[in-house]
């Protein structure tokens, strides 16, 4: 590890949370608009290898821990490829 990263308050970060899409299949009320489904296009996205490379350089900062969050995760189609990376 090269050195813990620490926030203002002197709290150390140990795990990161990684979403790797706005998409979902659910229509939430908390989160889907009423106007319409706002979905940032797949090409705003980070690649699989750009996400292991966060992921890489976080744990030699000291998290120990990701999660993976969307949007529903699983409707991302490199997810598996994204998981095997880290």
Known sequence: MV???R???GRSLEYLRVS???RCNFRCPY???????LY????DHLKASEIA???KTSTQL???AVRFTGGEPLLRRDLPE???AV
């Not at 989160?31 to 489904?37: M, S, Y």
């Open 31 to 37: 989160c889907r608009p009423e106007t319409g489904e």
């Open 53 to 55: 490379r966060v992921v």
């Open 82 to 84: 994204i998981i095997a």
């Open 3 to 5: 050195s813990s990263y």
């Open 40 to 43: 940032d296009p797949p090409a």
């Open 20 to 22: 790797v899409t706005d």
């Open 7 to 9: 926030d203002k308050h």
């Open 62 to 64: 000291g998290v120990r």
